[in-house]
């Protein structure tokens, strides 16, 4: 793998699409590390508009979303399959990644399902190949693992995720910065958004499930955007009886975007895999087209009662 990146003429660096810290964050500590001994990196992703409170990230000012010619290798963070690359691309690839759901599309494939984050993956691999971490990169990583674990309340938190902080902060990760980025800094519409969407949520199944529906006018009506909702899904899982959140919610141009939570009672890729979906056991995501808002809801609910029960 590593004499695929010393040949590389031009390598691209890819977030996958709506890109996340953890995403981001991994390719951006990557760029970090081959600056030192690569003449071209382009760092990619598909979306050409990034969410503003990851611009602390480092080299956050040098993503494109145009994806340049004459590449010879890419590196892929965090997307669990093919299509999340945003783009279409035959070439040599190194897939870094940690979702369970993982096609291995890559020519590598660098894949840890029981990490927490991609930037553990890719910590781990640069701890392996005793490449120095410096505080940039640290700081980047530290921002995957802590969006990845819920600011570390992820209940698969393990010793080694705590010892992987530890180090990271004492690498020059910067904690501080990091939380209130990801978790301190809430837009109005957001918070308007919050309100609405937990009025109109419906427990079934004994309240065991929690179910939200987001349509367009609901957007419109409080200035939110959609990846705003899935906090408060998120945020459903510590009702004192919900063990399962769903987000069905309707796209601008068609198609219905789904999100399920699970606290471990089923296992949300494994759902969300039967509409080409993926993620982890405890989150997961599936763009769904062809179908309305309550078909999917009846054709999930029916799947999450058989493993309820
Ligand atoms: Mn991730």
């Known amino acids: ?20 810290a953890d995403s981001l964050g991994s390719a951006c500590a990557f760029y970090s590390y081959l600056l030192r001994f690569h003449p071209k990196v382009t760092l990619f992703c598909a979306t050409p508009t990034l969410d503003q409170n990851l611009s602390f990230l480092p080299w956050f000012d040098k993503i494109t979303a145009k994806f340049p010619e004459s590449v010879d290798l890419a590196i892929s963070f965090d997307c669990g399959s093919y299509g999340r690359l945003g783009i279409d691309y035959k070439g040599a690839l190194i897939n870094f990644d940690h979702h369970i759901s993982n096609e291995n599309y890559g020519t590598y494939n660098c894949i840890n399902p029981n990490a927490m984050s991609t930037s553990q993956v890719l910590y781990e691999w640069f701890v392996a190949e005793t490449i120095k971490i410096n505080g940039k990169m640290a700081n980047a990583l530290y921002a995957g693992l802590m969006d990845d674990t819920g600011c570390f309340s992820d209940p698969q938190c393990t010793p080694s995720t705590f010892m992987m902080a530890h180090s990271l902060v004492q690498l020059g990760a910067d904690h501080t910065q990091c939380v209130n980025a990801l978790f301190n800094s809430h837009s109005l519409a957001s918070f308007r958004l919050k ?6 949520m419906k427990l079934l199944c004994d309240a065991r499930v929690a179910l939200f529906e987001v349509d367009q006018a609901l957007l419109e009506s409080t200035g939110a955007r959609l990846r705003d909702s899935k906090a408060v899904v998120d945020e459903a899982l510590s009702l004192k009886t919900v063990e399962v959140a769903l987000l069905v919610a309707q796209l601008k141009n068609g198609g219905v975007k789904v999100s399920l939570r699970s606290s471990g009672v089923l296992n949300a890729a494994e759902i969300l895999q039967q509409f080409e979906g993926g993620g982890h056991r405890t989150r997961a995501g599936a763009r769904i087209d062809g179908c309305t808002s309550s078909q999917i809801i009846e054709n999930l609910m029916d799947k999450i009662r058989e493993v309820l029960v």
């Open 1 to 20: 793998m590593q004499e695929l990146i010393i040949s590389a003429k031009h390598i691209v660096l890819i977030a996958h699409e709506h890109p996340d």
């Open 195 to 200: 309100g609405e969407m937990s009025r109109r």
